[in-house]
């Protein structure tokens, strides 16, 4: 199995960890362990990126149900029970057999964090996932949220589409301590996660956002998929109100001479759900590998 493409080695020999990627690469595997399994059956909630096979445009979409609703079928699958909202933007995705798709289960109340990368099976009541990649991201800049719950009659409300951030919506970008990220390359795609104090994620304009790329595992997996294809789609989560912000566009990296990586994220579309997603949280504990936003 070949970890990394001509993107992802790109960005590695720019930062000088090609030795560190590899080493990392090697926990990557195509088959889900027991363990792995188990916590996907704790989550209550699934990121899931891919490219619309219609439009093209990337996007990352949640999918939230009871524990158990994303459950290993044998060592190389996953099956996925229900699905998006017709009016989300992955929803013709997730009735293409075969589409390549990539997924994240992010734990907040353990700070862990899983992916799992294939192809999409639908499936009468949901769909299921052939693995290709598996593997686990450390907890850094992961914040810790205790406790959830599920909020009884929380059901979406319809959704808003713009091709432009209202003044809400850039006030929603710049409160936010979490971030997914989706994109693809020529024969997969990838769902990530990117963390912070309010703050490390900008609102430049209505039609830009930006971040800073922290120091992580030195894989580089989201940067060289955009270097290879600049699609990208980002998706923004209210933790206690459920209320979702998915955009679509394409994202480059800027490298500063001080070996530091800004992301520039350039606005397609963006759509607004109110009360998407049936949980709540409780207040984030910020992480301690977070850096100053300011700084």
């Avoid at 930006?210 to 992580?216: E, K, N, Q, V």
Wanted: with cysteine.
């Amino acid at each position: 199995m070949t970890v990394y493409h001509a993107g992802s080695r790109a960005v590695q020999d720019r930062a000088g960890v090609r030795e560190l990627a590899d080493h990392v690469g090697r926990s990557v595997g195509a088959a889900l362990k027991p363990v792995a399994a188990a916590f996907l059956e704790l989550q209550p909630l699934l990121v899931l990126g891919a490219a619309d096979p219609g439009t093209g445009q990337v996007w990352a979409a949640p999918l939230a149900g009871t524990p158990g609703f994303v459950r290993a079928r044998g060592p190389r699958r996953i099956a996925v029970a229900g699905g998006s909202s017709p009016t989300d933007p992955l929803a013709t995705a997730l009735a293409t057999p075969d589409i390549p798709v990539g997924t994240i289960a992010l734990d907040p109340r353990t700070r862990r964090r899983m992916r799992l990368n294939g192809r999409l099976r639908p499936m009468e009541h949901g769909f299921a996932i052939d693995a290709e990649r598996v593997f686990a991201n450390c907890p850094k800049y992961l914040q810790k949220r205790e406790t959830y719950e599920f909020v009884d009659g929380r059901v979406p409300g319809g959704a808003r589409r713009s091709t432009a951030l209202t003044p809400a919506q850039r006030a929603f970008v710049r409160s936010a301590d979490t971030l997914f990220v989706a994109t693809v390359h020529a024969t997969g795609a990838d769902a990530s996660h990117r963390g912070g104090n309010p703050g490390f994620l900008r609102a430049d304009s209505p039609r830009e956002l930006s971040w800073r790329d922290y120091p992580g595992n030195a894989m580089f997996l989201t940067l060289g998929n955009l270097a290879a294809d600049p699609r990208a789609g980002l998706l923004l989560l209210d933790w206690q109100t459920g209320t979702t912000l998915q955009l679509t566009g394409e994202a480059r990296t800027e490298f500063t001479a001080d070996g530091e990586r800004r992301v520039r994220f350039t606005l397609t579309e963006a759509v607004e759900t109110p009360s998407a997603v049936p949980l709540r949280w409780s207040p984030p504990q910020y992480s301690p590998a977070n850096p100053d936003p300011a700084g």
